[in-house]
């Protein structure tokens, strides 16, 4: 009331940089939202003083809850963690909290709903600390790696199962890196197969340098190395007879495959080697006997234990008259000339099987 008559009063403060804060803040909080649900993260903020927490729906849904299902506190979400993991990861959360540094990062495996285990990578930081530094509340995110977990398990378990197989093989196993295609590794029959002291001393070699300056066709073992390689690199395997020499200038026959891998992101060759020295050698002793038998002047003829014709001479035909393919797959029978009795041919046969 003022000179006897009533009045309003009104007052007025300009609010406009408050509102844009606000809005500031809305559009903050509003891309963070857009940004974690693209990400797929799961949101979490941590009051340390009261142990409360809030965790975000895609944090639910992570493990299996609806949305308010799970409580929201420090200490149930402690009761989900596995516990082999309880001491990688409490003491880097407590060091964070200590010492304020910039946020850290680390894995482990939360029980979902159902009972599996989920793994998580998990990014924490402090926001908030009072006036003598000390942290009030910390956010973070979590991440589901359960799918990279189970990749990297199936990978080191595939690389486990390798190496075994690759240091165990009687096989020598060997990779070759371009450009100049150097051995860069070899198995332990590998080396022994070489006559190397160690794998040091086998992958100074090239395969050129541990073969003849020719092999028995008459080509340079160095062009012709380069030229399986080739083949190899195109068609993904190549596998080819080749002479070896081992450190020492010893010859060795060989079968040789050479597969197209990709090792530390790059393309390489496995090499695999079997000695074949004692088959060649059996192969040109088979020759030589052979040979001999075609040439001998004596009829040959050699059966199985059933008496089946599996192989005759020239000679044999010579006197006979019976061409090589009109008495293999039969039996010496054809040959009877019925003046002996039937308990010679008995006797002959019960000699020839004792």
């Known amino acids: 009331e003022f000179a006897g008559k009533e009045y309003s009063f009104a007052t007025v403060r300009d609010i406009t940089e408050r509102k844009s804060a606000e809005e500031a803040l809305r559009k903050s909080e509003e891309r963070l939202t857009f940004a974690l649900e693209a990400a797929n993260d799961g949101l979490w903020d941590w009051d340390i003083s009261t142990g409360q927490a809030y965790f975000s729906p895609r944090f639910y849904t992570m493990l299996g ?11 149930a979400w402690l009761r989900l963690l596995h516990p082999e993991d309880v001491q990688n990861v409490l003491p880097v959360i407590q060091k964070h909290i200590e010492r304020n540094d910039e946020g850290y990062e680390v894995e482990f495996r939360l029980r979902t709903k159902s009972g599996e285990w989920c793994w998580i990578l998990s990014r924490g930081k402090a926001v908030a600390r009072d006036s003598e530094g000390k942290t009030l509340r910390m956010v973070g995110t979590h991440v589901d790696i359960t799918e990279r977990k189970q990749a990297e398990e199936a990978l080191r378990d595939s690389e486990e199962k390798y190496r075994v ?56 073992s160095s062009v012709k190395a380069r030229q399986m390689i080739d083949v190899a690199m195109e068609r993904g395997s190549n596998s080819f007879e080749w002479t070896h020499k081992k450190l020492s200038g010893e010859e060795f026959f060989a079968t040789v495959t050479l597969t197209r ?17 004692e088959r060649k050698r059996a192969e040109h002793q088979t020759r030589l006997q052979t040979a001999a038998l075609e040439s001998a002047a004596n009829g040959i003829a050699i059966a199985d234990r059933a008496g089946c014709i599996l192989w005759v ?22 040959l009877k000339s019925g003046v002996q009795e039937r308990v010679f041919y008995q006797k002959l046969w019960n000699t020839i099987l004792s």
């Open 261 to 277: 891998m990709i090792y530390r992101g790059g393309p390489c060759l496995q090499g695999t080697i079997q000695d074949i020295t």
């Open 165 to 220: 197989l690759y240091e165990s093989s009687r096989d020598a196993i060997m990779m070759l890196a371009p450009p100049g295609w150097e051995f860069i590794a070899g198995n332990p029959a590998a080396i022994a197969l070489f006559g190397a002291k160690d794998e040091r001393d086998f992958v100074t070699a090239t395969p050129w340098k541990l073969s003849p300056e020719y092999q028995p066709d008459g080509e340079l």
């Open 65 to 75: 809850y609806a949305d308010g299902e799970f409580p929201s506190s420090y200490d």
């Open 313 to 334: 001479n020239p000679a044999f035909t010579r006197l006979t008259g019976y061409p090589a393919s009109e008495v293999v797959g039969k039996t010496p029978r054809l």
